[in-house]
Protein backbone atom coordinates (compact mmCIF):
# COMPACT_ATOMS: atom_id res chain seq x y z
CA UNK A 1 0.00 0.00 0.00
CA UNK A 2 1.26 3.57 -0.90
CA UNK A 3 1.38 6.36 1.54
CA UNK A 4 -1.43 9.10 0.83
CA UNK A 5 -0.42 12.82 2.09
CA UNK A 6 -3.38 14.38 3.04
CA UNK A 7 -3.07 18.07 2.56
CA UNK A 8 -2.87 19.75 6.08
CA UNK A 9 -5.97 22.29 5.21
CA UNK A 10 -8.18 19.75 3.99
CA UNK A 11 -11.82 21.50 2.61
CA UNK A 12 -14.49 19.56 4.34
CA UNK A 13 -17.68 20.39 2.02
CA UNK A 14 -19.89 17.93 3.23
CA UNK A 15 -21.75 18.93 5.91
CA UNK A 16 -22.36 21.86 3.59
CA UNK A 17 -24.14 19.64 1.03
CA UNK A 18 -26.31 17.58 3.32
CA UNK A 19 -29.32 19.64 3.52
CA UNK A 20 -32.17 17.21 3.81
CA UNK A 21 -32.89 15.35 6.84
CA UNK A 22 -29.63 13.22 8.06
CA UNK A 23 -30.05 9.36 8.75
CA UNK A 24 -26.53 9.02 10.31
CA UNK A 25 -23.94 11.24 11.69
CA UNK A 26 -20.28 11.06 13.04
CA UNK A 27 -18.71 13.44 14.71
CA UNK A 28 -14.50 13.86 15.13
CA UNK A 29 -14.69 10.34 15.59
CA UNK A 30 -10.82 8.94 16.16
CA UNK A 31 -9.50 5.24 16.83
CA UNK A 32 -6.44 4.28 17.71
CA UNK A 33 -5.09 0.69 17.46
CA UNK A 34 -1.84 1.08 19.66
CA UNK A 35 -0.24 3.56 18.21
CA UNK A 36 -1.61 3.73 14.89
CA UNK A 37 -3.95 6.27 14.23
CA UNK A 38 -7.18 4.39 12.05
CA UNK A 39 -9.51 7.25 11.98
CA UNK A 40 -8.16 10.89 12.85
CA UNK A 41 -11.17 13.13 12.79
CA UNK A 42 -13.68 11.53 11.34
CA UNK A 43 -16.82 13.74 10.47
CA UNK A 44 -19.84 13.03 8.16
CA UNK A 45 -23.41 13.07 7.75
CA UNK A 46 -25.79 10.50 5.77
CA UNK A 47 -28.50 12.06 3.71
CA UNK A 48 -31.61 10.17 4.62
CA UNK A 49 -33.52 8.13 1.74
CA UNK A 50 -30.09 8.28 -0.53
CA UNK A 51 -27.04 6.00 -1.29
CA UNK A 52 -23.81 7.36 -0.23
CA UNK A 53 -20.47 5.64 -1.31
CA UNK A 54 -17.44 6.27 1.67
CA UNK A 55 -14.32 5.46 -0.50
CA UNK A 56 -11.08 6.18 0.05
CA UNK A 57 -7.74 4.28 -0.55
CA UNK A 58 -6.65 1.28 1.61
CA UNK A 59 -6.20 2.25 4.69
CA UNK A 60 -7.67 5.15 5.25
CA UNK A 61 -10.33 4.23 7.90
CA UNK A 62 -13.38 2.97 5.79
CA UNK A 63 -13.98 -0.54 7.94
CA UNK A 64 -12.93 1.21 11.09
CA UNK A 65 -15.60 3.99 10.55
CA UNK A 66 -17.82 1.08 9.47
CA UNK A 67 -17.54 -1.08 12.25
CA UNK A 68 -17.84 1.83 14.58
CA UNK A 69 -20.83 3.11 13.06
CA UNK A 70 -22.25 -0.64 13.21
CA UNK A 71 -21.19 -0.81 17.26
CA UNK A 72 -18.85 -3.70 16.83
CA UNK A 73 -15.62 -1.35 18.02
CA UNK A 74 -16.10 1.45 20.31
CA UNK A 75 -14.71 5.07 19.21
CA UNK A 76 -11.75 6.74 21.16
CA UNK A 77 -13.51 9.97 20.74
CA UNK A 78 -16.43 11.44 19.13
CA UNK A 79 -20.19 10.56 18.66
CA UNK A 80 -22.26 8.47 16.48
CA UNK A 81 -25.62 10.24 15.80
CA UNK A 82 -28.60 8.19 14.52
CA UNK A 83 -31.47 10.85 13.74
CA UNK A 84 -31.47 12.90 16.95
CA UNK A 85 -30.45 10.18 18.80
CA UNK A 86 -26.99 9.38 20.42
CA UNK A 87 -26.09 5.77 19.36
CA UNK A 88 -21.94 6.18 20.23
CA UNK A 89 -22.20 3.69 23.65
CA UNK A 90 -24.88 1.29 21.85
CA UNK A 91 -24.29 -2.40 21.81
CA UNK A 92 -24.07 -3.36 17.73
CA UNK A 93 -27.41 -5.49 19.06
CA UNK A 94 -29.40 -2.21 19.67
CA UNK A 95 -28.17 -0.66 16.94
CA UNK A 96 -29.54 -3.12 14.44
CA UNK A 97 -32.60 -2.96 16.37
CA UNK A 98 -33.27 0.66 15.50
CA UNK A 99 -33.04 -0.51 12.08
CA UNK A 100 -28.77 -0.14 11.45
CA UNK A 101 -27.72 -3.65 10.02
CA UNK A 102 -24.79 -3.58 8.40
CA UNK A 103 -22.70 -6.66 6.05
CA UNK A 104 -19.54 -7.63 6.28
CA UNK A 105 -16.39 -6.84 3.69
CA UNK A 106 -15.24 -10.95 3.99
CA UNK A 107 -19.03 -12.13 3.78
CA UNK A 108 -20.44 -13.20 7.14
CA UNK A 109 -22.62 -16.36 5.67
CA UNK A 110 -24.05 -18.52 9.39
CA UNK A 111 -22.57 -21.42 7.76
CA UNK A 112 -23.89 -23.85 9.96
CA UNK A 113 -27.36 -22.82 8.99
CA UNK A 114 -29.32 -23.19 5.64
CA UNK A 115 -30.12 -20.53 3.48
CA UNK A 116 -33.65 -20.23 4.36
CA UNK A 117 -32.58 -20.26 8.69
CA UNK A 118 -29.97 -17.36 7.53
CA UNK A 119 -32.90 -15.33 6.67
CA UNK A 120 -35.41 -16.39 9.18
CA UNK A 121 -33.16 -15.68 12.34
CA UNK A 122 -32.51 -12.18 10.81
CA UNK A 123 -36.12 -11.24 10.97
CA UNK A 124 -36.62 -9.13 13.79
CA UNK A 125 -39.90 -9.99 15.63
CA UNK A 126 -39.12 -13.02 16.88
CA UNK A 127 -41.46 -14.58 19.78
CA UNK A 128 -39.67 -17.61 20.05
CA UNK A 129 -36.41 -16.54 20.59
CA UNK A 130 -37.93 -15.91 24.51
CA UNK A 131 -38.36 -19.55 26.46
CA UNK A 132 -41.68 -18.43 27.77
CA UNK A 133 -43.11 -18.39 24.28
CA UNK A 134 -41.55 -21.69 22.86
CA UNK A 135 -43.36 -23.39 25.83
CA UNK A 136 -46.53 -21.79 26.55
CA UNK A 137 -47.60 -19.17 23.76
CA UNK A 138 -46.84 -22.03 20.93
CA UNK A 139 -49.24 -20.01 18.98
CA UNK A 140 -47.99 -16.89 19.04
CA UNK A 141 -44.36 -18.68 17.82
CA UNK A 142 -46.19 -20.34 15.16
CA UNK A 143 -47.98 -17.36 13.66
CA UNK A 144 -44.88 -15.52 13.80
CA UNK A 145 -42.69 -18.13 12.01
CA UNK A 146 -45.35 -18.26 9.55
CA UNK A 147 -44.93 -14.83 8.23
CA UNK A 148 -41.44 -14.37 8.55
CA UNK A 149 -41.14 -17.57 6.45
CA UNK A 150 -43.45 -15.80 3.90
CA UNK A 151 -41.23 -12.84 3.88
CA UNK A 152 -37.80 -14.75 3.53
CA UNK A 153 -39.35 -16.70 0.56
CA UNK A 154 -40.34 -13.83 -1.61
CA UNK A 155 -36.99 -12.32 -0.45
CA UNK A 156 -34.84 -15.52 -1.51
CA UNK A 157 -37.19 -15.38 -4.69
CA UNK A 158 -36.07 -11.60 -5.08
CA UNK A 159 -32.52 -12.37 -4.90
CA UNK A 160 -32.33 -15.54 -6.85
CA UNK A 161 -31.58 -17.54 -3.96
CA UNK A 162 -34.96 -19.67 -3.53
CA UNK A 163 -33.76 -23.02 -5.16
CA UNK A 164 -30.92 -22.59 -2.32
CA UNK A 165 -33.09 -22.17 0.38
CA UNK A 166 -32.06 -25.56 2.02
CA UNK A 167 -28.15 -25.50 0.86
CA UNK A 168 -26.36 -25.20 3.86
CA UNK A 169 -25.10 -21.42 3.67
CA UNK A 170 -21.32 -23.06 3.97
CA UNK A 171 -21.76 -24.54 0.61
CA UNK A 172 -22.84 -21.42 -1.37
CA UNK A 173 -20.15 -19.63 -3.88
CA UNK A 174 -19.09 -16.46 -3.19
CA UNK A 175 -20.90 -14.49 -5.10
CA UNK A 176 -23.97 -16.09 -3.84
CA UNK A 177 -22.86 -15.49 0.14
CA UNK A 178 -22.86 -11.72 -0.70
CA UNK A 179 -26.28 -11.60 -2.04
CA UNK A 180 -27.38 -13.59 1.05
CA UNK A 181 -25.47 -11.46 3.29
CA UNK A 182 -27.13 -8.89 1.04
CA UNK A 183 -30.51 -10.30 1.84
CA UNK A 184 -30.33 -11.71 5.45
CA UNK A 185 -30.22 -7.60 6.33
CA UNK A 186 -32.79 -6.99 4.10
CA UNK A 187 -35.07 -9.75 6.43
CA UNK A 188 -33.77 -7.25 9.43
CA UNK A 189 -35.93 -4.55 8.30
CA UNK A 190 -33.09 -2.12 7.94
CA UNK A 191 -34.00 1.64 7.63
CA UNK A 192 -29.91 2.06 7.37
CA UNK A 193 -28.07 -0.17 5.75
CA UNK A 194 -23.86 -0.36 6.01
CA UNK A 195 -22.28 -2.34 2.96
CA UNK A 196 -18.84 -3.13 3.34
CA UNK A 197 -17.80 -3.50 -0.41
CA UNK A 198 -20.66 -5.17 -1.18
CA UNK A 199 -19.13 -5.69 -4.99
CA UNK A 200 -15.78 -7.00 -3.62
CA UNK A 201 -15.02 -10.48 -5.07
CA UNK A 202 -18.03 -10.91 -7.14
CA UNK A 203 -18.71 -11.18 -11.20
CA UNK A 204 -19.19 -8.20 -13.48
CA UNK A 205 -23.01 -9.62 -14.32
CA UNK A 206 -24.14 -9.92 -10.25
CA UNK A 207 -21.99 -6.66 -9.47
CA UNK A 208 -24.85 -5.36 -12.03
CA UNK A 209 -27.23 -7.09 -10.41
CA UNK A 210 -26.78 -6.46 -6.43
CA UNK A 211 -26.56 -2.51 -8.04
CA UNK A 212 -29.68 -2.99 -8.73
CA UNK A 213 -31.37 -4.54 -5.73
CA UNK A 214 -29.43 -1.65 -3.71
CA UNK A 215 -31.16 1.15 -6.08
CA UNK A 216 -34.35 -0.59 -5.50
CA UNK A 217 -33.74 -0.49 -1.51
CA UNK A 218 -33.41 3.02 -1.62
CA UNK A 219 -36.64 2.91 -3.30
CA UNK A 220 -38.06 1.63 -0.37
CA UNK A 221 -37.28 4.22 1.33
CA UNK A 222 -34.08 2.90 3.18
CA UNK A 223 -31.05 4.76 3.19
CA UNK A 224 -27.68 3.05 1.93
CA UNK A 225 -23.81 3.73 3.59
CA UNK A 226 -21.68 1.51 0.99
CA UNK A 227 -17.68 1.12 1.41
CA UNK A 228 -17.07 0.79 -2.03
CA UNK A 229 -13.87 0.56 -4.29
CA UNK A 230 -15.32 0.65 -7.90
CA UNK A 231 -15.62 4.07 -9.01
CA UNK A 232 -17.84 3.22 -11.86
CA UNK A 233 -20.24 1.67 -9.75
CA UNK A 234 -20.00 4.62 -7.15
CA UNK A 235 -20.76 7.00 -10.17
CA UNK A 236 -23.87 4.67 -11.47
CA UNK A 237 -25.65 4.50 -8.30
CA UNK A 238 -24.49 6.63 -5.53
CA UNK A 239 -25.86 10.09 -4.82
CA UNK A 240 -23.39 10.98 -2.40
CA UNK A 241 -20.04 10.46 -1.65
CA UNK A 242 -17.45 10.71 0.92
CA UNK A 243 -13.91 10.33 0.77
CA UNK A 244 -11.57 9.07 3.72
CA UNK A 245 -8.33 9.42 3.72
CA UNK A 246 -5.76 8.79 6.48
CA UNK A 247 -8.90 8.41 8.92
CA UNK A 248 -9.94 11.62 7.88
CA UNK A 249 -12.93 13.50 5.96
CA UNK A 250 -11.21 14.86 3.22
CA UNK A 251 -14.30 15.41 0.98
CA UNK A 252 -17.85 15.09 0.13
CA UNK A 253 -20.19 15.90 -2.77
CA UNK A 254 -21.04 14.06 -5.93
CA UNK A 255 -18.64 11.20 -7.54
CA UNK A 256 -18.45 14.28 -10.94
CA UNK A 257 -17.59 17.19 -8.71
CA UNK A 258 -15.03 15.03 -6.55
CA UNK A 259 -13.33 13.75 -9.43
CA UNK A 260 -12.70 17.91 -10.26
CA UNK A 261 -10.96 18.27 -6.95
CA UNK A 262 -7.66 18.37 -6.47
CA UNK A 263 -7.14 17.29 -3.05
CA UNK A 264 -9.40 13.99 -4.02
CA UNK A 265 -7.67 13.32 -7.23
CA UNK A 266 -4.06 13.61 -5.04
CA UNK A 267 -5.03 12.11 -1.86
CA UNK A 268 -7.09 9.02 -3.63
CA UNK A 269 -7.41 8.78 -7.22
CA UNK A 270 -3.37 9.89 -7.88
CA UNK A 271 -4.81 10.53 -11.41
CA UNK A 272 -6.25 7.58 -12.40
CA UNK A 273 -10.27 8.83 -12.87
CA UNK A 274 -11.82 5.88 -14.25
CA UNK A 275 -12.61 2.53 -12.62
CA UNK A 276 -11.20 0.62 -9.46
CA UNK A 277 -8.67 1.74 -7.47
CA UNK A 278 -6.67 0.62 -5.38
CA UNK A 279 -3.34 2.17 -3.75
CA UNK B 1 -32.65 -60.46 40.69
CA UNK B 2 -29.92 -61.99 38.55
CA UNK B 3 -26.36 -59.80 38.41
CA UNK B 4 -26.62 -59.97 34.68
CA UNK B 5 -30.23 -58.37 35.11
CA UNK B 6 -29.15 -56.17 37.75
CA UNK B 7 -25.73 -55.12 35.38
CA UNK B 8 -27.62 -54.38 32.40
CA UNK B 9 -30.33 -52.13 34.74
CA UNK B 10 -26.91 -50.47 35.96
CA UNK B 11 -25.62 -49.35 32.90
CA UNK B 12 -29.68 -48.42 31.58
CA UNK B 13 -29.53 -46.47 33.84
CA UNK B 14 -26.01 -44.83 33.07
CA UNK B 15 -26.95 -44.36 29.67
CA UNK B 16 -30.60 -42.35 30.60
CA UNK B 17 -28.18 -40.00 33.11
CA UNK B 18 -25.58 -39.38 30.33
CA UNK B 19 -28.08 -38.45 27.97
CA UNK B 20 -29.28 -36.22 29.83
CA UNK B 21 -25.91 -34.63 30.96
CA UNK B 22 -24.63 -34.89 27.21
CA UNK B 23 -27.85 -33.07 26.14
CA UNK B 24 -27.05 -30.20 28.71
CA UNK B 25 -23.58 -30.04 26.83
CA UNK B 26 -24.68 -29.99 23.79
CA UNK B 27 -27.44 -26.75 24.51
CA UNK B 28 -24.24 -25.02 25.39
CA UNK B 29 -21.29 -26.26 23.23
CA UNK B 30 -23.18 -27.53 20.15
CA UNK B 31 -25.94 -25.15 19.59
CA UNK B 32 -24.82 -22.57 21.79
CA UNK B 33 -20.97 -22.58 20.87
CA UNK B 34 -19.89 -21.90 24.99
CA UNK B 35 -16.86 -23.98 26.01
CA UNK B 36 -17.86 -25.26 29.00
CA UNK B 37 -14.43 -27.21 30.03
CA UNK B 38 -16.05 -27.24 33.83
CA UNK B 39 -18.64 -29.13 32.92
CA UNK B 40 -18.21 -31.52 35.72
CA UNK B 41 -18.29 -29.07 38.32
CA UNK B 42 -22.06 -28.26 37.36
CA UNK B 43 -22.41 -31.65 37.76
CA UNK B 44 -20.69 -32.08 40.89
CA UNK B 45 -22.64 -29.44 42.05
CA UNK B 46 -26.05 -30.90 41.21
CA UNK B 47 -25.20 -34.02 42.83
CA UNK B 48 -23.83 -32.48 46.12
CA UNK B 49 -26.88 -30.28 46.74
CA UNK B 50 -29.47 -33.42 45.58
CA UNK B 51 -27.11 -34.93 47.87
CA UNK B 52 -27.64 -33.00 51.42
CA UNK B 53 -30.54 -32.18 50.70
CA UNK B 54 -32.16 -35.98 50.59
CA UNK B 55 -30.02 -36.58 53.48
CA UNK B 56 -31.04 -35.49 57.40
CA UNK B 57 -29.55 -33.28 59.36
CA UNK B 58 -26.00 -35.61 60.32
CA UNK B 59 -26.45 -34.22 64.31
CA UNK B 60 -29.83 -35.69 64.08
CA UNK B 61 -28.39 -39.15 64.05
CA UNK B 62 -29.94 -39.69 60.87
CA UNK B 63 -28.79 -41.29 57.38
CA UNK B 64 -25.55 -39.58 56.87
CA UNK B 65 -24.28 -39.35 60.75
CA UNK B 66 -20.38 -39.44 61.16
CA UNK B 67 -20.26 -37.03 57.61
CA UNK B 68 -20.16 -33.34 57.98
CA UNK B 69 -21.86 -31.30 55.08
CA UNK B 70 -24.35 -28.42 54.99
CA UNK B 71 -28.12 -28.07 54.68
CA UNK B 72 -29.20 -31.68 55.66
CA UNK B 73 -32.77 -31.04 54.75
CA UNK B 74 -34.39 -34.61 54.22
CA UNK B 75 -36.52 -33.30 51.64
CA UNK B 76 -38.60 -36.29 49.85
CA UNK B 77 -37.59 -37.16 46.09
CA UNK B 78 -37.99 -35.23 43.41
CA UNK B 79 -37.18 -31.96 44.96
CA UNK B 80 -33.89 -32.42 45.86
CA UNK B 81 -33.11 -33.73 42.37
CA UNK B 82 -34.85 -29.91 41.18
CA UNK B 83 -32.83 -28.39 43.68
CA UNK B 84 -29.65 -30.03 42.40
CA UNK B 85 -30.35 -28.67 38.89
CA UNK B 86 -31.25 -25.10 40.44
CA UNK B 87 -27.93 -24.78 42.41
CA UNK B 88 -25.90 -25.91 39.26
CA UNK B 89 -27.91 -23.26 37.30
CA UNK B 90 -27.57 -20.47 39.89
CA UNK B 91 -23.28 -21.58 40.07
CA UNK B 92 -23.61 -20.93 36.28
CA UNK B 93 -25.64 -17.53 36.40
CA UNK B 94 -22.62 -16.30 38.85
CA UNK B 95 -19.84 -17.88 36.83
CA UNK B 96 -21.48 -16.86 33.63
CA UNK B 97 -22.15 -13.11 34.28
CA UNK B 98 -19.11 -12.24 35.20
CA UNK B 99 -16.78 -13.97 32.49
CA UNK B 100 -19.26 -14.13 29.55
CA UNK B 101 -18.72 -9.96 29.25
CA UNK B 102 -15.79 -9.73 28.22
CA UNK B 103 -14.32 -13.06 27.60
CA UNK B 104 -14.04 -15.32 24.15
CA UNK B 105 -14.78 -18.56 23.42
CA UNK B 106 -10.77 -19.48 24.30
CA UNK B 107 -10.16 -17.33 27.04
CA UNK B 108 -14.13 -18.39 28.55
CA UNK B 109 -12.80 -22.30 28.29
CA UNK B 110 -9.48 -20.87 30.05
CA UNK B 111 -11.50 -19.45 32.99
CA UNK B 112 -13.79 -22.00 33.11
CA UNK B 113 -11.25 -25.18 33.28
CA UNK B 114 -9.35 -22.89 36.04
CA UNK B 115 -12.74 -22.31 37.88
CA UNK B 116 -13.26 -26.33 37.82
CA UNK B 117 -9.81 -26.76 39.34
CA UNK B 118 -10.59 -24.59 42.26
CA UNK B 119 -14.17 -25.86 42.97
CA UNK B 120 -12.22 -28.86 42.83
CA UNK B 121 -9.93 -27.75 45.59
CA UNK B 122 -12.07 -26.41 47.86
CA UNK B 123 -14.57 -29.02 47.82
CA UNK B 124 -11.78 -31.84 48.52
CA UNK B 125 -9.82 -29.23 51.14
CA UNK B 126 -13.12 -27.63 52.74
CA UNK B 127 -14.65 -30.46 54.74
CA UNK B 128 -17.56 -29.02 56.92
CA UNK B 129 -19.18 -28.51 52.68
CA UNK B 130 -19.89 -31.73 51.55
CA UNK B 131 -17.47 -33.82 53.95
CA UNK B 132 -14.08 -33.00 51.62
CA UNK B 133 -12.46 -35.75 49.92
CA UNK B 134 -14.26 -38.37 51.63
CA UNK B 135 -17.33 -36.92 49.67
CA UNK B 136 -21.74 -38.07 50.79
CA UNK B 137 -22.43 -41.65 51.69
CA UNK B 138 -25.96 -43.29 52.74
CA UNK B 139 -27.51 -40.93 50.47
CA UNK B 140 -30.93 -42.21 51.12
CA UNK B 141 -32.68 -44.08 48.07
CA UNK B 142 -35.37 -41.89 46.94
CA UNK B 143 -38.75 -43.23 47.85
CA UNK B 144 -37.33 -46.78 48.76
CA UNK B 145 -38.82 -46.19 51.90
CA UNK B 146 -42.15 -45.39 50.97
CA UNK B 147 -42.13 -48.25 48.18
CA UNK B 148 -40.56 -50.86 50.45
CA UNK B 149 -37.61 -51.59 48.44
CA UNK B 150 -34.87 -53.26 48.86
CA UNK B 151 -31.27 -53.03 47.09
CA UNK B 152 -32.61 -55.41 44.73
CA UNK B 153 -35.70 -53.83 43.09
CA UNK B 154 -34.66 -50.43 44.06
CA UNK B 155 -32.00 -50.20 40.71
CA UNK B 156 -34.78 -51.34 38.27
CA UNK B 157 -36.89 -48.51 40.18
CA UNK B 158 -34.46 -46.09 40.10
CA UNK B 159 -34.03 -46.95 36.43
CA UNK B 160 -37.28 -46.86 35.37
CA UNK B 161 -37.65 -43.15 37.46
CA UNK B 162 -34.26 -41.92 35.50
CA UNK B 163 -36.14 -42.77 32.15
CA UNK B 164 -38.92 -40.64 33.09
CA UNK B 165 -36.85 -37.86 33.95
CA UNK B 166 -34.82 -38.71 30.26
CA UNK B 167 -38.15 -38.10 28.44
CA UNK B 168 -39.35 -35.13 29.99
CA UNK B 169 -35.72 -33.61 29.75
CA UNK B 170 -35.86 -34.88 25.86
CA UNK B 171 -39.31 -33.14 25.57
CA UNK B 172 -37.93 -29.96 26.78
CA UNK B 173 -34.61 -29.58 25.62
CA UNK B 174 -36.03 -30.94 21.49
CA UNK B 175 -38.64 -27.82 22.39
CA UNK B 176 -35.63 -25.23 22.62
CA UNK B 177 -33.28 -26.64 20.02
CA UNK B 178 -36.45 -26.50 17.29
CA UNK B 179 -37.59 -23.21 18.44
CA UNK B 180 -36.43 -19.58 17.12
CA UNK B 181 -34.61 -19.57 20.13
CA UNK B 182 -32.20 -22.80 18.96
CA UNK B 183 -31.92 -21.08 15.54
CA UNK B 184 -30.55 -18.24 16.86
CA UNK B 185 -28.09 -20.02 19.28
CA UNK B 186 -26.65 -21.85 16.62
CA UNK B 187 -26.32 -18.72 14.67
CA UNK B 188 -24.00 -17.12 17.52
CA UNK B 189 -22.56 -20.32 17.68
CA UNK B 190 -21.64 -19.95 14.14
CA UNK B 191 -20.24 -15.78 14.54
CA UNK B 192 -21.66 -14.03 17.43
CA UNK B 193 -20.67 -10.88 15.53
CA UNK B 194 -23.05 -11.08 12.97
CA UNK B 195 -25.60 -12.53 14.88
CA UNK B 196 -25.27 -9.08 16.80
CA UNK B 197 -25.59 -7.26 13.77
CA UNK B 198 -28.74 -8.90 13.07
CA UNK B 199 -29.92 -7.53 16.78
CA UNK B 200 -29.18 -10.47 18.84
CA UNK B 201 -28.28 -10.42 22.19
CA UNK B 202 -25.37 -12.44 22.47
CA UNK B 203 -24.69 -12.41 26.15
CA UNK B 204 -28.16 -12.92 27.29
CA UNK B 205 -28.83 -15.91 24.28
CA UNK B 206 -25.57 -17.39 25.94
CA UNK B 207 -26.67 -16.97 29.13
CA UNK B 208 -29.90 -18.90 28.67
CA UNK B 209 -27.71 -21.54 27.04
CA UNK B 210 -25.65 -21.64 29.67
CA UNK B 211 -27.93 -21.42 32.43
CA UNK B 212 -30.44 -24.17 31.00
CA UNK B 213 -27.27 -26.68 29.93
CA UNK B 214 -25.97 -26.16 33.50
CA UNK B 215 -29.52 -27.47 35.18
CA UNK B 216 -29.30 -30.46 32.92
CA UNK B 217 -25.77 -30.80 34.32
CA UNK B 218 -27.29 -30.96 38.06
CA UNK B 219 -30.22 -33.25 37.08
CA UNK B 220 -27.91 -35.81 35.60
CA UNK B 221 -25.34 -34.91 38.74
CA UNK B 222 -28.31 -35.71 41.34
CA UNK B 223 -29.56 -38.34 39.60
CA UNK B 224 -25.94 -39.85 39.63
CA UNK B 225 -26.12 -39.98 43.10
CA UNK B 226 -29.13 -40.86 43.94
CA UNK B 227 -28.72 -44.13 42.41
CA UNK B 228 -25.35 -44.31 43.67
CA UNK B 229 -25.94 -43.60 47.25
CA UNK B 230 -22.91 -42.01 47.19
CA UNK B 231 -20.50 -38.99 45.93
CA UNK B 232 -16.59 -37.84 45.89
CA UNK B 233 -14.46 -35.84 44.60
CA UNK B 234 -12.73 -39.14 42.72
CA UNK B 235 -16.04 -38.85 40.76
CA UNK B 236 -15.20 -35.32 39.07
CA UNK B 237 -11.93 -35.16 38.44
CA UNK B 238 -11.73 -32.19 36.18
CA UNK B 239 -10.43 -34.80 33.06
CA UNK B 240 -13.99 -36.16 33.52
CA UNK B 241 -15.64 -33.14 31.44
CA UNK B 242 -13.63 -34.79 28.51
CA UNK B 243 -15.55 -37.90 29.06
CA UNK B 244 -18.96 -35.70 28.47
CA UNK B 245 -17.34 -33.59 25.64
CA UNK B 246 -15.90 -36.82 23.67
CA UNK B 247 -19.45 -38.45 23.88
CA UNK B 248 -20.79 -35.46 22.22
CA UNK B 249 -18.17 -35.61 19.75
CA UNK B 250 -18.50 -38.78 18.89
CA UNK B 251 -22.26 -38.52 18.91
CA UNK B 252 -22.80 -36.03 16.75
CA UNK B 253 -22.40 -32.14 18.13
CA UNK B 254 -25.64 -29.85 17.73
CA UNK B 255 -27.72 -33.42 17.40
CA UNK B 256 -29.34 -34.57 20.07
CA UNK B 257 -30.31 -38.03 19.06
CA UNK B 258 -26.67 -38.11 18.38
CA UNK B 259 -26.10 -37.31 21.82
CA UNK B 260 -27.69 -40.18 22.79
CA UNK B 261 -25.55 -42.45 20.74
CA UNK B 262 -22.42 -40.85 22.18
CA UNK B 263 -23.98 -41.15 25.95
CA UNK B 264 -24.44 -45.02 24.64
CA UNK B 265 -21.03 -45.15 23.41
CA UNK B 266 -18.33 -43.14 25.45
CA UNK B 267 -19.56 -43.05 29.02
CA UNK B 268 -21.00 -46.52 28.80
CA UNK B 269 -19.48 -48.58 26.96
CA UNK B 270 -16.05 -47.48 27.59
CA UNK B 271 -16.64 -46.63 30.88
CA UNK B 272 -18.62 -48.18 33.29
CA UNK B 273 -19.04 -51.43 31.34
CA UNK B 274 -15.58 -52.18 32.05
CA UNK B 275 -16.10 -51.70 35.66
CA UNK B 276 -18.17 -54.57 35.39
CA UNK B 277 -15.91 -56.84 34.08
CA UNK B 278 -13.75 -59.24 35.74
CA UNK B 279 -10.05 -57.81 36.42
CA UNK B 280 -7.55 -59.58 34.57
CA UNK B 281 -5.68 -61.27 36.76
CA UNK B 282 -2.08 -59.65 38.16
CA UNK B 283 -3.11 -56.45 36.54
CA UNK B 284 -5.91 -55.08 38.38
CA UNK B 285 -6.55 -51.89 36.31
CA UNK B 286 -5.70 -53.13 33.15
CA UNK B 287 -9.30 -52.86 31.51
CA UNK B 288 -10.01 -49.68 32.96
CA UNK B 289 -6.65 -48.41 31.29
CA UNK B 290 -7.29 -50.29 28.07
CA UNK B 291 -10.86 -48.22 27.70
CA UNK B 292 -9.05 -44.79 28.76
CA UNK B 293 -7.01 -45.61 25.65
CA UNK B 294 -9.71 -46.87 23.69
CA UNK B 295 -11.66 -43.53 24.12
CA UNK B 296 -8.99 -41.60 22.87
CA UNK B 297 -8.11 -43.64 19.69
CA UNK B 298 -12.34 -43.56 19.23
CA UNK B 299 -11.72 -39.64 19.27
CA UNK B 300 -9.17 -39.23 17.04
CA UNK B 301 -10.54 -42.04 14.50
CA UNK B 302 -13.84 -39.66 15.09
CA UNK B 303 -12.22 -36.60 14.23
CA UNK B 304 -10.27 -37.92 11.40
CA UNK B 305 -12.75 -39.97 9.51
CA UNK B 306 -16.05 -38.19 10.40
CA UNK B 307 -15.61 -34.86 12.41
CA UNK B 308 -19.52 -34.04 11.91
CA UNK B 309 -20.30 -37.44 14.40
CA UNK B 310 -21.87 -40.57 13.75
CA UNK B 311 -25.16 -38.42 13.36
CA UNK B 312 -24.20 -35.08 11.86
CA UNK B 313 -26.17 -31.93 12.83
CA UNK B 314 -29.31 -31.96 10.47
CA UNK B 315 -30.25 -29.61 8.03
CA UNK B 316 -33.44 -28.22 8.96
CA UNK B 317 -35.46 -27.94 6.05
CA UNK B 318 -37.91 -24.62 5.21
CA UNK B 319 -40.60 -27.05 3.92
CA UNK B 320 -41.32 -24.36 1.46
CA UNK B 321 -42.70 -25.27 -2.04
CA UNK B 322 -40.83 -25.95 -5.06
CA UNK B 323 -39.25 -23.09 -6.78
CA UNK B 324 -40.53 -21.21 -9.25
CA UNK B 325 -38.75 -20.95 -13.16
CA UNK B 326 -37.70 -17.44 -12.51
CA UNK B 327 -35.96 -18.81 -9.14
CA UNK B 328 -34.29 -21.80 -10.76
CA UNK B 329 -33.24 -19.86 -13.57
CA UNK B 330 -31.59 -16.83 -11.62
CA UNK B 331 -30.01 -19.04 -9.00
CA UNK B 332 -28.19 -21.19 -11.98
CA UNK B 333 -27.41 -17.99 -12.96
CA UNK B 334 -24.89 -17.22 -10.01
CA UNK B 335 -23.73 -20.91 -10.24
CA UNK B 336 -25.31 -23.38 -7.87
CA UNK B 337 -23.18 -25.70 -5.71
CA UNK B 338 -23.91 -29.70 -5.29
CA UNK B 339 -26.09 -30.09 -2.70
CA UNK B 340 -24.16 -32.42 -0.04
CA UNK B 341 -24.68 -33.64 3.20
CA UNK B 342 -28.10 -35.14 3.53
CA UNK B 343 -30.83 -35.32 6.30
CA UNK B 344 -29.99 -37.99 9.08
CA UNK B 345 -33.31 -37.65 11.14
Request: with cysteine.
Amino acid sequence: MSEVAVPDSVPVEGEREVTGEVALACHDIHKSFGGVKAVNDATFSVPKGQITALIGPNGAGKTTVVNILSGAMRCDEGQVTMGDRDITKLPSYQRARLGLIRTFQLSRELGGLTVFENLMVAARVQPGESLLNVYFRRGLVARSERDNKERAAAILEQYGLYELRDSWARELSGGQKRLLEISRAVMAEPTLLLLDEPMAGVNPALIERIGEHIIALKNEGVTVLMVEHNLNVVEMICDHVIVLAEGRTLATGRMSDLRANENVVRAYLGGVLDGRVDS
Amino acid sequence: MSPLVYYLFTLAFFVFAYCILTWGLNLQFGEGGILNFAYIAFVAIGAYITGVTSMGSPIAGQAGSGQTYILGWALPFPIPLILGGLAAAAFALLVAVIAFRRLRTDYLAIVLISLSLVLYDVINNFVPLFNGADGLSNVPEPMADVLGLDANSFVPFFTGVALIVALIMWFLMSRITRSPAGRTLRAIRDDPEAAAALGKNVFRHQLTAMLIGSFYAGVGGGLIIEFSGAFNTSAWLPGETFLIFAAAIVGGIGNNKGMILGALIVPVLFTQLPKFLPDVPGHPALILNVAAMAIGVLLIFVLWFRPQGIIPERRRLSKLPMATPTSAATASAISTPPMVGQDTQ
